[in-house]
T-cell receptor, first 120, second 109 residues
């Protein structure tokens, strides 16, 4: 199946600093990527939809100025948590669908390995 | 009301048992349905898609009832390796995936 790589897997930072998480589709093109957040024992919550070459679409209640999303190419989307606080500590996961020209879209969503953020 | 609701469990069953999970969704316009499996501290992985006619993949059977907005997953002959959290997932008309909170399964020897 298609591969999505997410980096870093783990990050610990001080309160007030910014953290960037990268999401790459390694063997396919992804015009759209999704960013989720998962708190312990809770479901994945969609934060935003990242669109290549245009602004991301944020879900209700997600601060776009705090969670900056950039999707500059067909294979890379980044999420930057700005001025991180302890309550931002969570598991952040990206996902993408295979939109490579000529391939059938199965509808399957491929997930990155996730990034566990701990803000001290 | 949550868009996708699941019994959180845990379901604690012996090896070889048959176990069934249920899920309901609130948006009748939902287009596609999936079961994902998530191991502890890992990303979700697609287990199977769910079709209106029902579908089977080895020991796993998924069913969809659009009229009742209800999805099920049946696992036969449970293995220890089946221990995980099973996520019911619904795709809305804008291709967003809405996740249930998951049902935890523990298979004991």
């Amino acid at each position: 199946g298609a591969v999505v790589s997410q980096h870093p897997s783990w990050v610990i930072c001080k309160s007030g600093t910014s953290v960037k998480i990268e999401c790459r589709s390694l063997d396919f093109q992804a015009t759209t990527m999704f960013w989720y957040r998962q708190f312990p024992k809770q479901s994945l919550m969609l934060m935003a939809t990242s669109n290549e070459g245009s602004k991301a679409t944020y879900e209700q209640g997600v601060e776009k100025d705090k969670f900056l999303i950039n999707h500059a190419s067909l294979t890379l989307s980044t999420l930057t948590v700005t001025s991180a606080h302890p309550e931002d500590s969570s598991f952040y996961i990206c996902s993408a669908r295979d939109h490579t020209w000529g391939r059938g879209d199965t509808g399957e969503l491929f997930f990155g390995e996730g990034s566990r953020l701990t803000v001290l | 009301r949550k868009e996708v609701e699941q019994d959180p469990g845990p379901f604690n069953v012996p090896e070889g048992a048959t176990v069934a999970f249920n899920c309901t969704y609130s948006n009748s316009a939902s287009q596609s349905f999936f079961w994902y499996r998530q191991d502890c501290r890992k990303e979700p992985k697609l287990l199977m898609s769910v079709y209106s006619s029902g579908n089977e993949d080895g020991r796993f059977t998924a069913q969809l009832n659009r009229a009742s907005q209800y999805i099920s997953l049946l696992i036969r002959d449970s293995k220890l390796s089946d221990s995980a959290t099973y996520l019911c997932v619904v795709m809305d008309s804008s291709y967003k995936l809405i996740f249930g909170s998951g049902t935890r399964l523990l298979v004991r020897p």
